[in-house]
């Protein structure tokens, strides 16, 4: 067995080998965000003596349980400790191979999620010639919390410092950090789009993999901060950042949850903002400093200039958040009418062009397609406008293959297209069902190898005069501006 000791400019780490893989996890980043590190930026990590066993995953960071039904839906391991700001790697190649690499930042609404969900296994990438890394970061208050005491962001920015861990250390496990892509999906892709906006950022990576999120979901220091008022009521404590550190973590997680609760019952604008619109009251926030502004706003005059864009939504997105909880079955004509006028959309003509496409869709239904557009997919064409002629290639792809969980139910939703680009099927947790295409994760995850290695998924690139899809089903086919008639609906709209 060869040499499984990797030299990082920390200390020595031993990883594990299987099937010509080397995995190493749990490897820190930053120092652990506690104690005198709390609500602070990232941390140099300590240097260590000896050689560090990373053949398990390391903690993850503290959050809220999904509730049901969604705990059945998202399989998320918890491991206990400190070091939770640590990422894995799996390599096919300790040696100078310079290979690509893949970054990939976990979503969760900026509440959930870690590197250990078994879906983010980076195996079949490193099987395919790439060395993947799956990183954690802070969530929650402990990452977004907004005060304007001259500190925000720090679940950004500590994507950031593990982006520079791997300029510094991936060399040694075989990658070349000159060829560098970073993906996520959901909050992950919100944080890929706005890392790709901000100036802090420059020469980490050359592309982007944003996989249904966008760059329109952040906050203003105004609304951030009135949150973060509402935290420290709930707590019982002054808002200072002094005050809610000296809260316990378990004390601060289940305050984030009632807050979060009471936005779900009552997304009254004049109370929360933006965050009415996307029910997450901890996100990054645009803050003139660390992102300087709205990343899809950064983006149009050309903050991303040069870097490669891979961006798609599923058709069927709100699904998610509708069919589990069958929320979609009690949705009426008069709730359909108001939430169509809420987003602004004419109200006789959206109902006449969203139905054209779906005759037989309940209100319920149509609902679900509206918002999946006003949440998903039109942030995403808006991010493809954006980027298509800024001297990167950008190409769009969309993932229609549907469910049968919920009876069929279930749809092309949210997050199920993740391990169909991992091509790890049987390590779905849960929206998979059975019987799942493994031909359709092959072509998946075929075109993200290419793109992470080359810039080229593999299909025409995405112009505003043919809009050119990738569309990914049981037979994929490339489409031109798809659904073209919705999507005009929505133009200076969001």
Known sequence: MPDLVVNTKYGAVRGVSIDNVVAFKGIPYAAPPFGANRFKTPQPVVAWDGVRDTSNYGPTVIKPPYFPPFDSLFVEPQYPGEECLNLNIWTPDLGQARLPVYVWVHGGA?????????????AKFARDGIVCVVINYRLGADGFLFLDDGISNLGILDQVTALRWVQENIRAFGGDPENVTIGGESAGSFSVTTLLSMPLTKGLFRRVIAQSGA????????????????????????????AIAAVSFEKLVMAQARLSGEVFANPNPAVWGEVAGNVMPFEPVVDGDIIPARPIDGLFAGAGAGVDLLVGTNTEEYRLFMVPNNSIAYINDTFLSRAIMAYGLPLHETLFTYKEKRPEASAGELLEAIATDWFFRIPAIRLAEAQQN??????????????????????????????????????DNGRLGTGNPQHLADSMHASWVSFITTGNPGWQQYELDQRATMNFNLTNQLQFDPRWEERILWEGKR
């Open 110 to 122: 900026f509440a959930n999620g870690s590197n250990a969900v078994p879906a983010y296994d980076g």
């Open 390 to 427: 800024q001297g990167g290639a950008t190409y769009m792809y969309e993932f229609s293959w549907r469910s049968p969980e919920y009876d069929g139910r279930l749809g092309a939703c949210h997050a199920l297209e993740i391990a169909f680009a991992f091509d790890n099927l049987d390590k």
């Open 215 to 242: 760059g329109h979901h952040v906050l203003s220091t105004g609304t951030a901060k009135r949150v973060g008022g509402y935290l420290a009521d709930k707590l019982g404590v002054a808002p200072t950042r002094e």
